[in-house]
């Protein structure tokens, strides 16, 4: 489903649901991390795309205060006053967007009632970011409706402009804020960077301890997803696990976070260390290495280089931060299997969701026809690959 038509299933939504025209639309893409699993949140390295799957929201302000929220995913519309976004169990999905507005009441911007049909082509549960895509188009959504300016020092009204590399970053932040603080989910600031400074047919290297953002090409290859079927669900616990075991091992060995960690010391020092807290370490240092390959493996047009990057990537998240499944792993085996094939890997939190493989642009057709097969006939699971472009950020 392309752009146009997300945006149109939304509107044909509110149509029907609220008997009027929206007057405001924003779309915020979802992410895929090429390398850098995991290290965002400890001021890593993280290679990503924004990719073209997305979420839509169409919007019209109301005069009484009330927030009404429809989705296309889900049958049970949402209410709610402005200045009370409580959670409602019956209505877990709202959450994303009541994060937002919590947030936004925080850095004391002013907003209103509004009404809102929301619609999205990102496979929910495959890794691709739908949350953070959700967040991203619910803080430009009430940009567009209630125009103002966020900075590091506050927010304040203001005719409703382009957004600057450093408004950008803010919102980020907000809506990161959102899934930590509202949802629960201890996450990093990858997704919603991704999903706001994305660039078409470049990848994003972004620097977690600068908080940078850096584009370079990309192009040549297809990109393509294959989704276990296996969704994975962050709320969980895995993911806050795995940052508790990532930040003790940082202070059991001085440092403010991994990203300053050598391996050869991390293995020099050990003992200090739980299993877990080492293994999670070796993935995430290691990790911050192979970014830096990465990106170095690029520059040089080297891809074939940059996808043994990837596979090695997928085995560490395997062995190590151990966030795989025995489906992901199934997937990547598959896919080294295909000669056109020139890295697979995990992407996303992990615990299940889908893989992204970089495969020669000309045999594409040919590598999804052969992932298809293979997969069913090997576990028995449906699965229809996406050939996903790289585009640019929410708008």
């Known amino acids: 489903m392309q752009p146009r038509d997300i945006t149109t299933t939304a509107r044909d939504l509110y149509r029907r649901h609220f008997n009027a025209t929206p007057t405001?639309?924003?779309?915020?893409?979802?992410?895929?991390?090429?390398?850098?699993?995991?290290?965002?949140?400890?001021?890593?390295?993280?290679?990503?795309?924004?990719v073209d799957k997305y979420t839509a929201i169409v919007s019209s302000p109301r005069k009484d205060g009330?927030?009404?929220?429809?989705?296309?995913?889900?049958?049970?519309?949402?209410?709610?006053?402005?200045?009370?976004?409580?959670?409602n169990?019956?209505?877990?999905?709202?959450?994303?967007?009541?994060?937002?507005?919590?947030?936004?009441?925080?850095?004391?911007?002013?907003?209103?009632?509004f009404n809102a049909a929301i619609a999205g082509d990102i496979p929910m549960g495959?890794?691709?970011?739908?949350?953070?895509?959700?967040?991203?188009?619910?803080?430009?959504?009430?940009?567009?409706?209630?125009?103002?300016?966020?900075?590091?020092?506050?927010?304040?009204?203001?005719?409703?402009?382009?957004?600057?590399?450093?408004?950008?970053?803010?919102?980020?932040?907000?809506?990161?804020?959102?899934?930590?603080?509202?949802v629960g989910v201890r996450s990093g600031l990858l997704d919603q960077i991704s999903s706001l400074?994305?660039?078409?047919?470049?990848?994003?290297?972004?620097?977690f301890r600068a908080l940078t953002v850096e584009h370079a090409p990309i192009?040549?290859?297809?990109?393509?997803?294959?989704?276990?079927g296996v969704k994975h669900a962050l709320v969980g616990g895995e993911y806050n696990e795995l940052r508790e075991n990532c930040e003790g091992a940082a202070h059991k060995l001085g440092a403010k976070s991994l990203r300053s960690v050598e391996l050869k010391d991390l293995e020099a020092n050990k003992a200090r260390l739980t299993d877990r807290e080492y293994a999670c370490a070796r993935h995430v240092v290691s990790e911050i290495q192979r970014v830096v390959a990465g990106e170095r493996a690029l520059r040089a047009d080297d891809h074939a280089q940059f996808g043994q990057?990837?596979?090695?990537?997928?085995?560490?998240?395997?062995?190590?931060?151990?966030?795989?499944?025995?489906?992901?792993?199934?997937?990547v085996e598959i896919a080294r299997g295909h000669a056109a094939?020139?890295?697979?890997?995990?992407?996303?939190?992990?615990?299940?969701?889908?893989?992204?493989?970089?495969?020669?642009?000309?045999?594409?057709?040919?590598?999804?026809?052969?992932?298809?097969?293979?997969?069913?006939?090997?576990?028995?699971?449906?699965?229809?690959?996406?050939?996903?472009?790289?585009?640019?950020?929410?708008?």
């Open 309 to 331: 990057y990837m596979f090695q990537s997928h085995a560490s998240s395997r062995d190590f931060l151990k966030n795989s499944t025995p489906e992901l792993d199934l997937l």
């Open 126 to 182: 495959a890794g691709m970011s739908s949350s953070a895509s959700l967040e991203v188009a619910t803080a430009l959504t009430i940009r567009q409706l209630f125009p103002f300016t966020l900075s590091q020092s506050g927010s304040k009204a203001a005719a409703n402009g382009g957004l600057s590399a450093a408004e950008k970053l803010e919102l980020a932040k907000v809506c990161q804020a959102a899934e930590n603080q509202f």
């Open 89 to 113: 169990t019956t209505a877990p999905w709202a959450d994303y967007v009541k994060g937002v507005l919590e947030q936004f009441q925080k850095r004391s911007v002013h907003y209103g009632g």
């Open 341 to 395: 094939c020139l890295g697979a890997r995990l992407t996303g939190g992990g615990f299940g969701g889908a893989t992204i493989n970089l495969v020669r642009h000309h045999q594409a057709d040919d590598f999804m026809r052969y992932m298809t097969e293979q997969y069913k006939g090997k576990s028995g699971r449906e699965m229809k690959p996406l050939l996903c472009q790289v585009v640019d950020g929410a708008a």
């Open 219 to 228: 192009t040549g290859e297809a990109i393509i997803i294959c989704n276990s």
């Open 24 to 50: 405001h639309t924003v779309r915020a893409p979802g992410r895929l991390e090429l390398l850098g699993n995991h290290t965002d949140y400890n001021e890593g390295l993280v290679m990503s795309i924004a």
């Open 66 to 87: 009330k927030i009404e929220l429809i989705s296309a995913a889900f049958d049970q519309p949402e209410s709610f006053w402005a200045d009370q976004p409580k959670k």
């Open 197 to 207: 400074f994305g660039k078409a047919w470049n990848t994003m290297s972004i620097d």
